[in-house]
């Protein structure tokens, strides 16, 4: 029997082409890669030479478009919120340079445990976060980002795994590092007083403020040309997860790691088309913590594609104001938002009452049977008379792509997303140790109940595990997922780091659809 067969006879049907079995062994469900590149795992895009993380900035964005917008804020320096002011990529790369100068001249990045060198990020979404965090990705510094809601006692014990002696921060952060800080230098931006300035002073922390560390930096900038790059196998970020069970586990990501999670969303879905191109500058909106890898992945791809980068002005609930400024093109986020505009827009149609709610009723209807048959996402009348002005008002006008994680979202939701707006919504599956690559849905699979077939970079495969009764031969399949490949990380539950892990395993056991797909 061959391996598709026995495929098809353990409940996957291979047969719907986003899946592709390409080994199996005993005991273990068949090994799965994309159909799209079945036979090698994508480490980085064809037409791509980037062996470090600000390769995708430098190489990428900046060599695409140096005189378009890169990155733009809301948010004032005094805490008052406006029309989003841009920087260009020039303008970005230069001050990526300038603080990469200074990190080094002024010695806050120390060699520390297993001889690297780290840099805390302990803020919200901003353009300095990301101006920190690529001087780190060009000049070899560890980046370990950290909630800005953690606890002092969270952050003193990765404090104390790293031995980092340097966290950036905003103004807003600087409180509660005064009460307890186990830093031995704060650099901060935004509004610091001079009240709260000798607080810091009393802390005993040393404070160093972004701007002055910039001209530092722009006095010193011949020193950059003394470092070594590093490469894909080296540490690029030290991405700490929850830690549900004892003390948070850090998970040691490459810059190889990195770059080949963001390789899959740039790769065709379907013989040339793409969910996101360069071909014209995307437009995303970045809310989701860049604590959390999903977005890191996302923030890193847009900036190989020549993107511009819209931050929220630092508060969930005023999202949809943030996006009526900005109207991105490209929208990812997760389902306690999207389930949030759901019940936005059905609500605010159904207390109209009335013909206004009788349209609206009459157009999702249409639509949604449309898109069943045959995957139609635009209709002449009802996206002119009603959908049209609804996705004008929150933003989401120019928006061709929606994408989701991190938890699931129901399929009616899901489909009156793709309608309402016209556009692309795909639903993935990753975790912090795998770079956040998994799965991810392919818009031509119309299919319902699953996540999508493996991303280009990744094959998985179902292993049993027979004392929790969890048996890939079972109908459906049932078994502990585990994924291999180019976005496979170290894993450091403890310094100092282990061996290289080339595969991972996932903390939740079930089944693969029935169509191949996860």
């Not at 590149?37 to 980085?44: F, G, K």
């Not at 002092?152 to 104390?160: D, F, L, R």
């Not at 923030?299 to 190989?304: I, Q």
């Not at 207390?351 to 996402?377: E, H, M, V, W, Y």
Request: glycine letters at 10%.
């Amino acid at each position: 029997m061959s391996e598709e067969e026995e495929a098809n006879a353990s409940g996957l049907d291979t047969s719907v082409g986003f899946s592709h079995v390409v080994g199996s062994s005993p005991g273990d469900g068949p090994v799965l890669r994309n159909a799209l590149s079945p036979h090698a795992l994508v480490a980085c895009r064809a037409d791509a030479d980037y062996r470090n993380m600000y390769h995708m900035f430098a190489r990428g964005g900046l060599a695409r478009r140096p005189d378009a917008p890169c990155f733009g804020s809301r948010l004032r320096p005094d805490g008052s919120v406006g029309p989003f002011e841009w920087q260009t990529y020039a303008q970005v790369s230069a001050r990526i340079d300038a603080i990469a100068a200074a990190l080094w001249k002024v010695q806050l990045v120390p060699s520390a445990a297993q001889g690297l060198r780290f840099l805390g990020l302990y803020c919200k979404n901003s353009p300095e976060w990301m101006l920190a965090a690529e001087a780190c990705y060009k000049t070899g510094v560890v980046v370990v980002p950290m909630y800005d809601t953690l606890g002092a006692e969270v952050v003193s014990y990765i404090q104390g795994q790293t031995q980092m002696a340097s966290v950036v921060c905003s103004a807003a952060e600087l409180p509660s590092l005064v009460k307890k800080c186990p830093f031995r230098h704060v650099i901060a931006y935004g509004a610091v007083g001079p009240e709260l300035r000798a607080q810091c002073a009393r802390a005993g922390f040393q404070l160093h403020l972004l701007a002055q560390l910039e001209e530092q930096g722009r006095a010193a900038a011949s020193l950059l040309d003394q470092l070594q790059e590093p490469g894909t196998g080296d540490v690029a970020l030290l991405c700490y997860t929850s830690g549900t069970t004892g003390d948070p586990k850090g998970a040691m990501l490459t810059h190889g790691n990195v770059i080949s999670a963001s390789s899959n969303v740039s790769f065709p879905y379907a013989p040339g088309k793409f969910l996101i191109s360069d071909d014209v500058q995307e437009v995303h909106l970045s809310y989701l913590p860049l604590a959390h890898i999903f977005e890191t992945v996302v923030m890193n791809l847009m900036l190989s594609l020549g993107g511009a980068v819209g931050f929220y002005q630092g508060d969930t609930l005023k999202i949809i104001e943030d996006l009526a400024a900005l109207r991105p093109t490209v929208f990812v986020s997760v389902p306690r938002l999207y389930n949030r505009i759901y019940d936005k827009v059905v609500g605010g149609a159904r207390d109209k009452g009335g013909i206004a709610a009788a349209l609206f009723s009459r157009a999702l209807a249409t639509k949604l049977a449309n898109f069943n048959a045959d995957g139609t996402l635009t209709h002449g009348l009802w996206d002119r008379l009603v959908f049209g002005k609804v996705a004008a008002q929150l933003g989401l006008d120019r928006c061709h792509t929606m994408i989701t994680g991190s938890a699931p979202l129901s399929d009616a939701v899901k489909d009156f997303l793709r309608v309402a707006f016209s556009v692309n919504m795909v639903e993935g599956y990753g975790m912090t140790e795998s770079a956040a690559a998994g799965t991810l849905c392919n818009p031509l699979d119309l299919s319902k109940g699953h996540v999508g077939a493996p991303v280009v970079s990744i094959e998985i495969k179902l292993q049993d595990v027979p004392e929790m009764n969890y048996v890939s031969a079972a109908v459906p399949p049932r078994g502990e997922l585990c994924m291999c490949g180019p976005t496979s990380p170290h894993i450091s539950p403890h310094l100092p780091i282990p061996p290289h892990i080339s595969q991972v395993r996932s903390a939740c056991a079930g089944p693969p659809s029935s169509r191949g797909t996860s």
